[in-house]
């Protein structure tokens, strides 16, 4: 997935990180945990209501693993049907 940066990056900052899915993003957290991998706790941002976790990369990029639910699915489709009426 790529995304348009919503507002300017200073030079200085990180202008690129890295979205991935997962059907299981508790199994896959605790994986990483026991492979000594440093990952943060599952948030629940409103874009992704089913859990969202975050890691580096050895580079420093940002790293980040959203569980695709049904909630995200739903909500998904509803946007890109409303895109779509507005294209008619």
């Not at 699915?73 to 294209?87: F, G, N």
Request: proline share 7%; glycine share 6%; charged share 25%.
């Amino acid at each position: 997935m790529f995304l348009l940066e919503e507002s300017p990056v200073g030079a200085s900052q990180q202008a690129f990180f890295l979205y991935l899915y997962t059907d299981s993003l508790p199994a896959l957290r605790e994986h990483l945990l026991a492979s000594g991998i440093k990952v943060s706790e599952i948030h629940r941002p409103p874009y992704m209501q089913s859990g969202e976790i975050s890691l580096p990369d050895p580079d420093g990029y940002a790293v980040f693993v959203g569980q695709w639910g049904t909630t995200e699915h739903q909500r998904w489709e509803r946007e890109r049907q409303e895109r779509l009426a507005k294209l008619k």
